[in-house]
């Protein structure tokens, strides 16, 4: 007997029309479409920071240091690395492209 999966989806990618996610659970990756309606499970505390050149999650995978708070991170997805300031505002802010 084969159990499923109840997707708790979470954004891989920066929405839009087409919107890729991922199951926090088992790990499957979908395209879902903006004109769907679906549940996405929200983790505590979780903060996303999008890359600039192609929107991938960099929270998830892409970090690279941290100094007091500014921390950088290199999209592992297009390689980009960008600078951001977790210690200023309640979001992080986009420091460097």
Known sequence: ???????????????SKII????????????????K??????LVNRTYCWCPKCNNDLVRDSFI???DGIVTYKCSWCGH???WDFGIAP?????EK
């Open 1 to 15: 007997m084969k159990l499923f999966c109840r997707h708790e989806w979470e954004y891989i990618k920066k929405p």
């Open 20 to 35: 890729l996610v991922q199951c926090r659970k088992c790990g499957k990756t979908e395209f879902h479409s903006k004109n």
């Open 37 to 42: 309606k679906y549940i996405f499970s929200k």
């Open 65 to 67: 240091s941290d100094e």
């Open 81 to 83: 690395e960008s600078v």
């Open 91 to 95: 979001i992080p802010i986009l420091l």
